[in-house]
């Protein structure tokens, strides 16, 4: 660890997608390709428009044990998204309905 703060501009803290993993699906049935839904990364912003896919459990669990892994890409680019942040999916149809979600591993920025 270096103790070290880097400077940018906000545009530098804009994600266009992430990889979660511990995943927790509360669906009967695990999604399989692509399906639209909203997602939330921060308790204090609103669900934001996505897509989601799972990944194959390739990786080692993680700390609690669980397995599963899956990747979100935002239809729009959100600001501060960060690992270890909770990731929660909802319905885009019914946005009160959770279909499942895990912990933020890797983040994708924006070019």
Known sequence: MSNSV???????LLASGCEAGEANWLLAVQPTG??????????????APA?????????SPGPSGRAGRFEVEFDFP??????G???????????????????????????
């Open 51 to 59: 897509r989601c896919r799972v990944l194959s459990d390739a990786e």
């Open 6 to 12: 880097t400077v940018g501009p906000a545009s530098s």
């Open 34 to 47: 692509w399906i639209s839904l909203l997602a939330k990364y921060r308790y204090n912003t609103p669900a």
């Open 78 to 83: 959100q600001s501060a998204v960060a690992p």
């Open 85 to 111: 942040q909770a990731l929660v999916l909802y319905d885009a149809a019914e946005p009160e309905v959770v279909l499942g979600g895990g912990w933020i591993m890797k983040v994708r920025r924006t070019a």
